[in-house]
């Protein structure tokens, strides 16, 4: 059952995001296919591989998302790769103590949508220049290019998701607009093509993963009100 929920994962509908890849390697591939010479042919060919990789990667599964509003769900596909009690990014409106934060690393193979952990609105947003070093590493989440957003729930408790390019992420795509509201699940961004998520959880909410547990956003509950 593994077997066939990844491959009708693989050729869903993909995410708008695709558009312009497949659009640009399918006309190349059109026009390599038609013409005489063997190197365009080639690279026809060759454009045909990206388009299948293009709608691969920017794959839109459909998801169950729970409906208990007490859930907090995780943001990302991917794999936990850390989890610590640490201060939370600042001038985000999250109060200057240590809260838990959930680190999700996404391979070039995981789904690279981003989905909101819980229902609330949208309160901060920050973009901050760096570095593109391996995701995975600890010190990413402090010297990567990311963007953060803050997430005011209807309790009034807040958490903050970041996400993070990675050694070879380079643009990071985030359509959440500050004072919207949104649902748990929705999809607010991606990042293109390899790269990592963290979740900072609301004070003294504790996380209910562990380190090298696969994640599915949207569906995989990380912590509960």
């Not at 839109?60 to 998302?65: D, E, H, L, S």
């Not at 070093?133 to 009034?156: F, G, V, W, Y």
């Amino acid at each position: 059952m593994s077997i066939l929920h990844s491959i009708r994962s693989s050729i869903c509908k993909p995410h708008a995001a695709s558009h312009p890849f497949l659009i640009c390697s399918g006309l190349i591939a059109i026009l390599g296919r038609m013409s005489p010479w063997r190197i365009t042919r080639l690279i026809g060919k060759l454009s045909v591989l990206f388009f299948g990789f293009c709608w691969y990667f920017f794959r839109n599964p459909k998801r169950v998302i729970p409906t208990d509003d007490q859930n907090i769900v995780s943001p990302a596909d991917g794999t936990v790769s850390s989890i610590d009690c640490v201060m939370p990014p600042a001038n985000l409106g999250m109060d200057e103590k240590p809260v838990w934060r959930v680190s999700i690393f996404l391979s070039v193979l995981n789904v690279h949508l981003q989905r909101i952990p819980a229902k609330g609105k949208v309160t901060a947003r920050s973009y901050i220049e760096g570095k593109f070093l391996n995701a995975s590493l600890d010190k990413a989440s402090e010297h990567n290019e990311r963007n953060a957003i803050c997430l005011t729930l209807p309790n009034q408790q807040k958490l903050i998701v970041v996400q993070i390019a990675g050694l070879i992420a380079r643009r990071i795509v985030c359509n959440a607009v500050v004072e919207n509201n949104y649902n748990m699940g929705d999809i607010y961004g991606l990042i293109r093509f390899g790269s990592r998520v963290d979740l900072y959880l609301p004070e003294g909410c504790q996380p209910n993963v562990q380190v090298g547990q696969t994640m599915i956003g949207g569906e995989t509950i990380v912590s509960k009100l």
